[in-house]
């Protein structure tokens, strides 16, 4: 029976075409191996107990390098229990270990004769030491991590067939605590050949992100991020202090901060490197210094080389160009920061004011702070004169003398101080005189006047030529594409989304954002979920000379029109234009081939509702704001893209395994026919009345404002983990609620800054939501600054607008103190019919069911748990203070 065994192990090694096992865990780079068999040379010296049970043998792997596997298979006889375990394996820094096994298992209807005790399952065991206990083995200090059931058993046929089946298996174990640990296996009467056993734990692996510095990190062992700081990198410091988060996938998440290279020094790749400085130094004195009085004068600054000096001649200007490279300190600038000076001109004069303006120097060493003018009458001769700063290249001087004349000089400062000050430029007040007595004037006068010719002609060309392309362009059939989403202009430079329903062929647009892909890449492997299209499945695409990813694939099923052909397709010319990681990305579409299919990045956790309801009070907050920051963030994209989502709720954002939300469901019309929550409106539209805000339910007002009031709905979503917005009522009372002002109350535990955030985004008056971009910034100071999610909107004081626009006192008074406490316990849809209760005292509130809650009209069960819970707390915190009522 062992040969049986050793036959599979043979064959499974040296043949390579059995199936790819896809690694688990796809980040190779950040585990950290604690055993790998397939890494021993020599035997492993596992101890197997009692001797005739498990027994290593020696094989090759698919590359023909040995290695050493363990057999089992006593099923010809009763009672088996085989016990393999390895060495001690210090645990090193890890908190969760996985241990990865590799084995094939025989299929016990496929052995003859076999007398009834074959299994086809294997334990896999564990236990935690401090030291390594040597030979010493007792089964029962053991703790079982689980039982192990291949998917993939073989049988004769099979080997006949030539078919393997190896299975691969990934168990987690944690917190592990002590020293070290050992694992055993456990065989109780299987046909088992164990290949290869791999023992690892993740790693957030150092990274260096903007300019700062982030160690191996070892991530939690339950679901929670690990903060970690980061250190700027060499020659930088911290402009905003730089911080991730590290996943217990060992994956780095929401990198906030970052560092700056210091002066001198500028951003190479990962570090900051000495500059080559070119340094400008040009002189206005009429006496030039030679450059050895520029050396003689000049501190060489430390670690700078020289490489190279030249004269330059401008104009007029007679100057030297000094260009070196290394670090320039701040104290040597003192040479260098003379600042060249376009000659001034007069703007207007008078008898005792003149205006001048001049041109910012051309390569100035610095950003200018601002402009140092000093004149002085003339005969004066510099015993006195008068100094005035100016940030712009313009200065009045006023209360000057009439008819007299006036030397004047202008430095600027930059960060380096003052520069050289420039010659002295001469003028007189009389009134209808103003000169720039210096040699030059001459030259400045003609080359103002060109240099406005110049402009004159180059604006007139522009002009023409402006007419002569747009009367062009509007004959180009693209003119036609260009769509300002919202109505609004974008400005130029950022990119803009084109609506591809203005392309006369749609299937154009598809094949303008979108890449074909050849269906022989695609391997599908299960369906996901169902669309309206088709299904939604889970697969793999591998492109030449790329590795395999895997992919979300939605099919469009046989039988469509051309109209369900062409709004199917339009999500992908929609998606396919946007690139932002928190955007789902398109791969590419199938249009050549059936079925019809859309490709895109596949996100492990599936729609964030559904994976909220499966994790009910699973996650920290910073992990919920981590991923609302996605949100906002992929929205604050689309806004600037000028695109209006429509349909933004936690149903059509999707989540991957590292927890990172990505808004997905692209389309126009599509998108809420498509919506199982979209409703037929009154003026005949299709919206998902819930999350969409009223003035796009009344009159279809779309805009990024809109989104802005369904991103305060998901908001909701995510802090109460998926609950339905307004619970059980009809779209019609939501509508009405609304309309009348009434706004869901805060999720149970959320913090006050959230809740608020929400009811900002409900605002009746679009233009006082928040745009994406305040969003974001809001949720970054949240993650920033965690302690101020501690602060839950149940504890704060009740925010002013929580009635918003009931200012009706009638509202207020009907309710009276009742009412306030029903605020309180976040009664939104129950309000009305606690008015016409009356309660004397709040004795009587303890005893309240949710039955009696059902009897006063409180159906709705959300709002029921929250009051019948708030009711407890209430009356246990009456027990030491009286309740006011
Ligand atoms: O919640 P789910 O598992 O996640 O069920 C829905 C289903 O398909 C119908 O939309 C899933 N789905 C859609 N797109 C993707 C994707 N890119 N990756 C993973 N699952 C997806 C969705």
Redesign the pocket.
Same mark, same amino acid.
């Given at each position: 029976w062992k040969s049986l065994t050793g036959l599979h192990i043979d064959y499974l090694l040296s043949h390579s075409h059995f199936p790819t096992v896809i690694p688990v865990v796809i980040l190779l780079l950040s585990t950290v191996n604690l055993l790998d068999s397939k890494a021993s040379q020599g035997e492993l010296g596992w101890i197997s107990y009692p001797s005739h049970g498990w027994e290593e043998i020696s094989g090759v792997d698919e590359h023909y390098t040995p290695i050493r596997t363990f057999q089992v298979c006593n099923v010809m006889e009763y009672s088996q229990n085989n016990w393999l375990r390895t060495n001690w394996i210090p645990r090193q820094s890890a908190k969760k270990i996985y241990v990865e096994l590799k084995f094939t298992l025989r299929d016990c209807n496929s052995i003859p004769l076999v007398l009834g005790t074959c299994k086809e399952t294997f334990n896999l065991l564990y236990l935690e030491t401090d030291e390594d206990q040597g030979i010493r083995f007792r089964e029962h200090q053991f703790s079982k991590i689980d039982t192990i059931a291949a998917d993939e058993s073989f049988t004769q046929m099979d080997l006949g067939d030539r078919i393997l089946k190896l299975n691969t298996e990934v168990r987690e174990v944690g917190p592990v605590t002590k020293k070290g640990f050992y694992l055993a296996f456990q065989d109780v009467g299987a046909c088992v050949a164990l290949v290869s056993v791999r023992v690892y734990f993740k790693m957030c692996p150092f990274i260096v992100r903007n300019l700062a510095s982030f160690p191996d990190t070892v991530p939690m062992d339950s679901h929670s991020l690990v903060e970690v700081k980061g250190l700027c990198v060499n020659h930088s410091k911290e402009q905003e202090p730089p911080r991730m988060y590290c996943s217990t996938e060992g994956e780095w998440l929401v990198p906030i901060g970052k560092c700056l290279c210091n002066v001198g020094y500028e951003e190479r790749g990962s570090s900051c490197q000495g500059k080559t400085t070119i340094v400008h130094f040009y002189s206005f004195q009429h006496q030039f210094p030679s450059l050895l009085d520029v050396w003689s004068g000049w501190r060489k600054p430390y670690n700078s080389s020289v490489i190279c000096i030249f004269k330059e001649f401008v104009g007029w200007v007679r100057g030297v160009t000094i260009v070196f490279s290394g670090m320039v300190s701040n104290t040597s600038n003192t040479w260098f920061d003379a600042i060249p000076f376009a000659p001034f001109q007069k703007d207007r004069a008078s008898r005792n004011s003149i205006s001048l303006s001049w041109l910012e120097p051309e390569r100035p060493n610095g950003i200018i702070l601002d402009y140092e003018v000093k004149y002085y009458e003339k005969q004066e001769q510099e015993t006195s004169y008068t100094i005035l700063r100016s940030k712009g290249c313009n200065v009045t001087l006023s209360g000057l003398k009439a008819d007299t004349s006036y030397l004047l000089q202008i430095r600027a400062r930059t960060a380096a101080g003052y520069g050289a000050s420039s010659r002295s430029f001469e003028f007189e007040t009389s009134p209808d005189s103003f000169s720039i007595s210096s040699e030059s004037s001459q030259v400045v006068l003609i080359a103002i006047s060109t240099a406005a010719a110049i402009i004159l002609l180059t604006v007139l060309l522009y002009i023409v030529i402006g007419r002569f392309c747009g009367y062009r362009r509007s004959k180009h059939p693209d003119e036609k594409r260009l769509h300002f989403g919202n109505g609004h202009l974008r400005l130029p430079g950022i990119r803009t989304y084109v609506d591809p329903h203005t392309y006369e062929d749609p299937s154009q647009a598809v094949h303008e954002f979108a890449k074909e892909l050849d269906a022989s890449c695609i391997a599908i492997d299960k369906v996901?979920?169902?669309?309206e299209f088709g299904e939604?499945c /889970?697969g793999r695409l591998r492109l030449p000379s790329k590795k395999e990813n895997c992919?979300?694939i939605?099919t469009l099923k046989a039988g469509y029109t051309d109209k369900q052909r062409r709004d199917f397709l339009s999500e992908a010319s929609i998606m396919g234009q946007f690139d932002h990681p928190n955007i789902?990305r398109l791969e590419g579409v199938v249009t050549r081939s059936k079925p019809v299919m859309i490709v895109?990045?596949?996100?492990?956790?599936?729609?964030?509702?559904?994976?909220l309801r499966k994790h009910d009070a699973q996650f920290t907050g910073i992990q919920l704001v981590g991923m609302l920051r996605g949100i906002a963030s992929g929205m604050k994209y689309l806004s600037d893209m000028g695109y209006v989502h429509r349909d933004l709720a936690a149903?059509n954002i999707?989540v991957?395994s590292n927890l990172v939300c990505?808004v /997905?469901?692209f389309g126009l019309s599509r998108v809420l026919e498509d919506d199982p929550e979209a409703a037929y409106t009154t003026r005949g539209g299709k919206i998902p009345i819930r999350w969409t805000a009223p003035e796009a339910i009344s009159y279809r007002k779309f805009t990024s404002a809109s989104d802005a009031w369904s991103y305060g709905i998901v908001l909701w979503e995510v802090m109460s983990y998926g609950e339905r917005p307004y619970w059980e009522m009809s779209n019609q009372d939501v509508i009405k609620a609304v309309d009348e002002g009434y706004r869901l109350p805060p999720p149970m535990d959320c913090p006050a800054t959230l809740y608020q955030l929400m009811l900002d985004c409900w605002q009746k008056e679009r233009n006082n939501r928040p745009k994406f971009e305040q969003i974001v910034s809001i949720l970054d100071k949240l993650i920033r600054n965690p302690g101020s999610l501690k602060i839950t909107a149940n504890t704060s004081p009740r925010p002013a607008n929580l009635l918003l626009d009931r200012s009706s006192s009638e509202v207020v008074q009907s309710l009276g103190t009742m009412g306030d406490w029903l605020d309180n316990v976040r009664t939104l849809p129950c309000k009305e019919a606690f008015s016409g209760v009356s309660y004397s005292s709040c004795d009587t509130l303890p005893k309240t069911s949710a039955e009696d809650l059902k009897k006063v009209g409180v159906t709705i069960v959300g709002p029921q748990k929250n009051i019948v819970s708030s009711i407890k707390a209430l009356e246990s915190h009456s027990k030491n203070a009286p309740v006011p009522v």
């Open positions: 996901v979920g169902a669309g939604v /889970s992919v979300a939605k789902i895109t990045e596949y996100m492990e956790n599936g729609s964030l509702d559904s994976f149903r999707l991957n990505k /997905s469901d």
